[in-house]
């Protein structure tokens, strides 16, 4: 704890601007500039008493916000002793709150979709289950937070939810008026459907019904300024697929497969909706591709090989555009048990060839959405493809 060597009582401006130095662990804005700060007295003596409002009545990130807070003033010259208090919000508060974040526009905007948006929004889709769709885009992200982008998860597989474990989101959404507050971990915003159901129970929902999950996952998220939007769609192009189109039209989709032929054709399938929906197909990430040998350096062909290759060249075809093949992840047992322990592998075995191949892959991705945000402030981009 710091203290002042002629013994003089903190200012009140030295208080305030350590308070800005602590962000809402939900929000990641500073609380003094959220309207959190509720009060700040200094004692003659030098202890500080702080009241926070929080935005919601037994919100999860009392401690946290507590801890943060403590530490920042602790850390001003002249302060003795820290006491934190905490209120809620009223009514008014929170939607003054929600206005501002919204920054004025209307609820029900899906913001990735309007003219000017520096998000790019990838849909990883795949024709069929199995092949690893999920562990792709999970890693992605975290291999891209990891470069120092904003980046955000939708986990748009209602049936088939899985991202909150592979990513290890243990927290659960926090509502401020109509607005919902994601998780995140390793540095990537998180929602699910999961989230909001009890243990493992089934989504049993018909198509407009999906349509309105995933409009809320789009709209009614804050997602603040987000580089790279991903969504793990559901296998197939059914009404997930159609959605997407609908409500980001924007959205680029990123085709996952395995090598062998029947997966190929059916991932061709998949990735040829953007002919019909009008999006670009940013390429095409063939997962599974090889197993190195335990004993030998020799890569064996699990599943065949060329999927990647065959699926690139047939969407070329079908859409008139290049679509590229960015990249071949071996299989490796490390990227399994990172799904299963919520740590990606590009994170915990960084090093590993399954991890090199999907940074790479982060890579290219990453760059195109640096290359975005340099286009609005008039910087040609470095990277394309």
């Known amino acids: 704890m710091a203290t002042d060597i002629h013994g003089s009582a903190p200012t009140a401006d030295a208080v305030r601007a350590a308070l800005a130095t602590v962000n809402d662990p939900e929000i990641h804005k500073p609380i003094t500039d959220l ?134 989101v243990e927290g659960r959404p926090t509502q401020v008026e109509n607005m919902i507050m994601p998780p995140s971990s390793h540095g990537v915003k998180v929602i699910s459907i999961g989230m909001f159901t009890p243990g493992n129970a089934p989504v049993v929902w018909r198509g407009p019904m999906l349509h309105r999950a995933l409009q809320q996952f789009l709209a009614d998220v804050y997602w ?32 996952v497969t395995t090598p062998q032929q029947a997966a190929a054709e059916v991932a061709e399938r998949a990735g040829s909706i953007a002919v ?61 048990e990172g799904g299963d322990d919520g740590r990606p592998v590009v994170l915990s075995h960084p090093d590993s060839a399954a991890a090199l191949a999907l940074k790479a892959i982060a890579g290219k991705l990453g760059g195109r959405a640096r290359g975005l945000a340099g286009m609005s402030l008039g910087i040609t981009p470095r990277n394309k493809f």
């Open 35 to 168: 309207g959190m700060v509720k009060s700040v007295d200094i004692a003659d003596d030098g202890t500080v008493k702080v009241a926070v409002y929080l935005t919601v009545s037994g919100c999860p990130m009392r401690e946290t916000i507590t801890t943060n807070v403590t530490t920042a003033v602790e850390g001003v010259p002249g302060v003795t002793g820290v006491t934190v208090e905490l209120d809620v919000m009223s009514d008014e508060q929170r939607k003054e709150l929600a206005g501002n974040l919204r920054g004025g526009t209307a609820e029900r905007e899906v913001p990735f979709a309007q003219p000017g948006s520096l998000t790019r929004v990838y849909a990883v889709a795949s024709g069929k289950g199995g092949v690893g769709k999920s562990s792709v885009t999970v890693n992605l992200a975290a291999a891209m937070a990891a470069d120092g982008l904003k980046v955000g998860v939708v986990d748009a597989d209602i049936y088939g939810h899985s991202v909150p474990r592979m990513l290890g």
């Open 224 to 255: 603040g300024d987000l580089d790279v939007l991903l969504l793990d769609l559901p296998p197939g192009t059914g009404d997930i697929a159609i959605s997407v189109a609908q409500l980001v039209p924007n959205a680029e989709i990123l085709v």
């Open 276 to 336: 019909q929906t009008h999006q670009k197909i940013v390429g095409v990430v063939e997962n599974m591709s090889g197993m190195p040998c335990p004993h030998c350096d020799e890569i064996v062909d699990v599943f065949g090989s060329g999927g990647g290759e065959r699926v690139a060249e047939g969407l070329t075809r079908t859409t008139g555009a290049t679509v590229p093949v960015l990249g071949q992840i071996p299989i490796d047992v490390r990227l399994r």
